[in-house]
């Protein structure tokens, strides 16, 4: 038994060395002598899940041997209508054909989905009787043939069933999915790697999602050759989806410190909070981001570029898609579900649209600001990360330092200049608290606490950046 507490001592000696905040400070290494969850208030483990990855350029090639593989008779190609005219579908169609791979492709997926648009390309499904799922493209295609497949499979469920609470009932999926691999096409959600699915959710004007273990992707096909395509504001919008996401895991709420400890396995959430495992990942995608995304916006014919993005797409897409975002995704909903006039540069749809990486990344300077108090450690060393000077920097100014540093990232990328920019007063700012309120699944690992007060004044120091 000594030896155990010898291990253990030294286990809380290093995590204490490695960071003294006090959102991380004497944290991971608790669960070794936890109380079960019937005495517990937080949780005490955390789990690592994500979809097989096969990286490579040309790998979509494969694609229709994998399906072979599977014995699959009946396959759902997911995409959308401007993706279906470009290369990344027809690599996938022709290997599908060559291998003589039977299918029906459906390329009436919205971007940024809506209950409506999800809801139709579920009757797509169910009324075909797919027995394996293919999707090419985006966050947006990716999540809604997940969605597809997840009701397909659940045809006696509610829509609201599996949504997210409470604007949905949240129930575990227990029953089994059909097989789905996706192929992204811009380097950014990271959806190939994780069990959510968003989606605006029209009543409220809010985005909100589905999230479970179980429709993550059986397989996610990573070429690199496909992000070629993608315009220059798609891809600094993806890419600052990536950098979001890596920034908002790596200083989400540890994982044992998050309510309520689960009595059963089956109800700990994906997104559990910072964890070390996550951190891994999260950490090394900032690296990618800084090093990589200036280039890939600026040159679409840079490989090694948008190469790296894309991997750093799914690099942080482990890590959030275990640890969870907070709040800059969280007020990002009701940015893009309140939309105006706004016309995205670079995408081509008839609705207005508010991209969500920007819609993202517009809130970032001024949230880590807010959050920075709990965690400076690590604020501070994401600052640096992105490049930024730390060494006569104080503990109490890494909130100021990291939020300027994301400031020079966007002026230096064209970034629209605040919520202003894309059509937002002052008086949109209740509407926007209220939009948020519902995103408890993403907003409460925020390592800070905060009130409507607190959301009103983030929206109101975001309305201008520079």
Partial sequence: MAGRDRVVHLLRQLERAACRCPAHSNTFHQGVTAAPCTVRKTDYAFEMASSNIRYGEGVSKEIGMDLQNLGAKNVCVMTDRNLSQLPPVKAVLESLVKNGVKYKVYDNV??????SSFKDAISFAKNHAFDVFVAVGGGSVIDTCKAANLYACHPDGDFLD?????IGKGKPVSGAVKPLIAVPTTAGTGSETTGVAIFDYEPLKAKTGIASRAIRPTLGIVDPMHTLSM????????????????LESYTALPYDQRRPCPTNPINRPAYQGSNPISDVWSRHALHVVTKYMKRAVRDPEDLEARSSMHLASVFAGIGFGNAGVHLCHGMSYPIAGNVKTHSAKGYNVEHPLVPHGLSVVLTSPAVFNFTAPMCPERHL????????????VKREDAGAV???TLRQILFDLHVEDGLGAVGYTKDDIPALVKGTIPQERVTKLSPRAHTEEDLSRLFEASMKLY
């Fill in 231 to 246: 315009p220059e504001r798609v891809a600094a919008n993806s890419g600052f989806d990536v950098l979001c996401h890596a």
């Fill in 162 to 166: 599996f949504v997210n609470a409470p």
């Fill in 381 to 392: 060393e994401a600052a640096e990360i992105l490049g930024a000077d730390i060494r006569q």
């Fill in 402 to 404: 990291l939020a300027d």
């Fill in 110 to 115: 919205r971007v940024e989905p809506t209950d």
